[in-house]
T-cell receptor
Framework: DGGITQSPKYLFRKEGQNVTLSCEQNLNHDAMYWYRQDPGQGLRLIYYSQIVNDFQKGDIAEGYSVSREKKESFPLTVTSAQKNPTAFYLC????????????FGSGTRLTVV | KQEVTQIPAALSVPEGENLVLNCSFT??????LQWFRQDPGKGLTSLLL?????REQTSGRLNASLDKSSGRSTLYIAASQPGDSATYLCAVFSGGSNYKLTFGKGTLLTVNP
């Protein structure tokens, strides 16, 4: 079945450490997105990519980095510059044209220890 | 800037009741509106996608309506069941040069047996 796979499900980060969250899709979607979810704040867009080798900052990109070397993969790195990284991270994808809706992965919960 | 508001923030109903969740958005220039369901600690599951040219969509006991000119959508759940308990999120897809989905903060629904 086609879908989006996020790994790991749970991730623990020490202070000053960079960590990378994986997102892989087999839906043949061109566009991919990373959202952060915090209690009471809803989902906020971190980065998005509409095509391979191209990506744009979302609303809260500071302290994060991404790459899009393959259509299927859109990894997110949470750097040490992100001062409050504890959150639930969701990856999504969509076809290139508007109107077909988003598909989400099951999320990664990142905790700073 | 597009803003999405969902009312109420939380709703508790007895099993079997019909209910309505509300979503409003500030910019009516949208391509589509998508309703999602999120269970605790899980990703988002798409329930219904309404194109901007449509007035409503139905799936089983769910019916979503869209009034683009007034910036409103409703999700109607018929004959609610305890398994419907979850957070329901409304999101609008706005185009232009910055394709992205803007989310409301959700309605937490509890259906009591």
């Amino acid at each position: 079945d086609g879908g989006i796979t996020q790994s790991p499900k749970y991730l623990f980060r020490k202070e000053g450490q960079n960590v990378t969250l994986s997102c892989e899709q087999n839906l043949n979607h061109d566009a991919m997105y990373w959202y952060r979810q915090d209690p009471g704040q809803g989902l906020r867009l971190i980065y998005y990519s509409q095509i391979v080798n191209d990506f744009q900052k979302g609303d809260i990109a500071e302290g994060y980095s991404v790459s899009r070397e393959k259509k299927e993969s859109f990894p997110l790195t949470v750097t040490s510059a992100q001062k409050n990284p504890t959150a639930f991270y969701l990856c999504a994808s969509s076809p290139p044209r508007a109107g077909y809706g988003y598909t989400f992965g099951s999320g990664t919960r990142l905790t700073v220890v | 800037k597009q803003e999405v508001t969902q009312i109420p923030a939380a709703l508790s109903v007895p099993e079997g009741e019909n209910l309505v969740l509300n979503c409003s958005f500030t910019d009516s220039a949208i391509y589509n509106l998508q309703w999602f369901r999120q269970d605790p600690g899980k990703g988002l599951t798409s329930l219904l996608l309404i194109q901007s040219s449509q007035r409503e969509q139905t799936s089983g006991r769910l019916n979503a309506s869209l009034d683009k000119s007034s910036g409103r959508s409703t999700l109607y759940i018929a004959a609610s069941q305890p398994g419907d308990s979850a957070t329901y999120l409304c999101a609008v897809f706005s185009g232009g040069s910055n394709y992205k989905l803007t989310f409301g903060k959700g309605t937490l629904l509890t259906v009591n047996p």
